[in-house]
């Protein structure tokens, strides 16, 4: 098996690896970043350097990539990725033969953008965050009260978002954050989750965990044993019908899971999740190279600790 991974220096990319290297089909990895400082592309065992995914010429090269390396399957690292992956998936499947493990664009673009998620949720009869766009915050300060968050429509990691507690706050967190959703502040930090869950057509498989966050990133992870909340994001995902992965961020709001944030593809806590029994990257390549249908793994009821490690180079890279 040959499986191209972008992003070899994001968390994502690097987890849909660390995940390939703890399964037993040991694949051979060709990672792909734009920068030669990337972790990834010295844990491979082919690797290239591309240009940004804002570049004009993105795409060509990644085509002269995916020629001379013929991958069966390409799994996307990033976010800022997903959406040209999605546009292009046929006529790479079509021209080199490989499968491309990337959702509809119109799932993308649901979970790209915050309101876009919310009111997709509010319309298809699920719990969801009261939220608003500038203009609007007046009518739901009188839903909700304080405190609320600004947070940018698009974006990932908690950057940028901000804890209002009074109006004065909001108009300013809504004047200095770019394309702003205002959203009722859910539940506590000892009730966020995330969860995934894995479905090509259907919805398959599935594991919910709760979390400590540090830097906007999953630091502590406790694999919750829940058929309620596992029954509900399976539901969510169903009617999303992704192609492949999809995870939810979502917080218990007075006892009702609420999803605040949707992303369309593997999670950074993907290699976590394949501690607990749960690899969706393995699951996902045995479905689509070998046929083998996927079912729900039975997934350990343990802790997981983050912690930061290292790679030595054994040379000089200059940027």
Same mark, same amino acid.
């Given at each position: 098996?040959?499986?191209? !991974?972008?992003? #070899?220096? #994001?968390?994502?990319?690097?987890?849909?690896?660390?995940?390939?290297?703890?399964?037993?089909?040991?694949?051979?990895?060709?990672? /792909?970043?734009?920068?030669?400082?990337?972790?990834?592309?010295?844990?491979?065992?082919?690797?290239?350097?591309?240009?940004?995914?804002?570049?004009?010429?993105?795409?060509?090269?990644?085509?002269?990539?995916?020629?001379?390396?013929?991958? +069966?399957?390409?799994?996307?690292?990033?976010?800022?990725?997903?959406?040209?992956?999605?546009?292009?998936?046929?006529?790479?499947?079509?021209?080199?033969?490989?499968?491309?493990?990337?959702?509809?664009?119109? /799932?993308? &673009?649901?979970? +790209?953008?915050?309101?876009?998620?919310?009111?997709?949720?509010?319309?298809?009869?699920?719990?969801?965050?009261?939220? #608003?766009?500038?203009? +609007?915050?007046?009518?739901?300060?009188?839903?909700?009260?304080?405190?609320? *968050?600004?947070?940018?429509? $698009?974006?990932?990691? %908690?950057?940028? $978002?901000?804890?209002?507690?009074?109006?004065?706050?909001?108009?300013? %967190? !809504?004047?200095?954050?770019?394309?702003?959703?205002?959203?009722?502040?859910?539940?506590?930090?000892?009730?966020?989750?995330?969860?995934?869950?894995?479905?090509?057509?259907?919805?398959?498989?599935? *594991?919910?965990?709760?979390?400590?966050?540090?830097?906007?990133?999953?630091?502590?992870?406790?694999?919750?044993?829940?058929?309620?909340?596992?029954?509900?994001?399976?539901?969510?995902?169903?009617?999303? #019908?992704?192609?492949?992965? !999809?995870?939810?961020?979502?917080?218990?709001?007075?006892?009702?899971?609420? !999803?605040? &944030? *949707?992303?369309?593809?593997?999670?950074?806590?993907?290699?976590?999740?394949?501690? %607990?029994?749960?690899?969706?990257?393995?699951?996902?390549?045995?479905?689509?190279?070998?046929?083998?249908?996927?079912?729900?793994?039975?997934?350990?009821?343990?802790?997981?600790?983050?912690?930061?490690?290292?790679?030595?180079?054994?040379?000089?890279? &200059?940027?």
């Amino acid at each position: 098996m040959r499986v191209l !991974i972008t992003g #070899a220096g #994001a968390l994502l990319g690097q987890g849909i690896m660390r995940s390939l290297q703890n399964s037993p089909l040991k694949p051979y990895l060709i990672a /792909v970043d734009p920068s030669p400082l990337s972790v990834g592309l010295y844990w491979a065992d082919e690797a290239h350097l591309i240009p940004m995914a804002s570049a004009p010429n993105y795409m060509d090269v990644m085509r002269d990539v995916i020629a001379r390396s013929r991958p +069966d399957v390409i799994m996307v690292g990033t976010d800022v990725e997903l959406m040209l992956f999605a546009q292009h998936r046929h006529d790479i499947e079509q021209t080199f033969g490989t499968h491309v493990l990337v959702s509809r664009p119109e /799932v993308i &673009e649901i979970a +790209d953008d915050k309101w876009k998620t919310a009111q997709y949720l509010r319309e298809h009869g699920f719990p969801y965050p009261y939220s #608003a766009l500038p203009g +609007d915050e007046a009518e739901l300060v009188q839903r909700c009260g304080f405190p609320l *968050i600004v947070k940018p429509r $698009v974006g990932a990691r %908690a950057i940028g $978002v901000q804890s209002v507690q009074n109006a004065d706050q909001l108009a300013h %967190a !809504i004047a200095q954050t770019k394309q702003p959703v205002i959203q009722k502040l859910l539940g506590d930090d000892e009730s966020e989750y995330t969860a995934g869950v894995l479905g090509f057509g259907g919805v398959y498989a599935s *594991i919910v965990m709760r979390r400590h966050l540090r830097d906007g990133n999953t630091y502590r992870a406790f694999v919750v044993e829940d058929a309620a909340l596992n029954q509900f994001v399976q539901q969510v995902a169903q009617s999303l #019908a992704p192609y492949g992965p !999809i995870n939810f961020q979502f917080r218990l709001d007075q006892g009702m899971p609420k !999803i605040f &944030e *949707i992303n369309a593809r593997f999670s950074g806590t993907t290699p976590l999740r394949a501690l %607990a029994g749960f690899n969706e990257v393995e699951m996902s390549l045995r479905y689509l190279l070998n046929g083998e249908p996927i079912t729900q793994p039975p997934v350990q009821p343990v802790t997981i600790l983050r912690y930061w490690s290292e790679t030595v180079i054994p040379k000089i890279i &200059e940027r």
